[in-house]
């Protein structure tokens, strides 16, 4: 059995409600936002 991959050259994908959920996209938003934190980031 092949692993999932999530992060992608486009971003992190992944079926919505399975690992792909608010508190996971939340955790990488922020762990995102710790890494530019003198720079404005977009998340969408």
């Known amino acids: 059995m092949k692993a ?3 992060f ?3 971003g992190i994908r ?3 409600g ?3 959920n608010a508190d996971f996209a939340y955790r990488i938003g922020s762990s995102v936002a710790s890494l530019f934190e003198d720079r404005r980031i977009l998340v969408g």
């Open 4 to 6: 999932a991959r999530l």
């Open 8 to 10: 992608g050259t486009n």
């Open 14 to 16: 992944a079926v919505a």
């Open 18 to 20: 399975t690992i792909l």
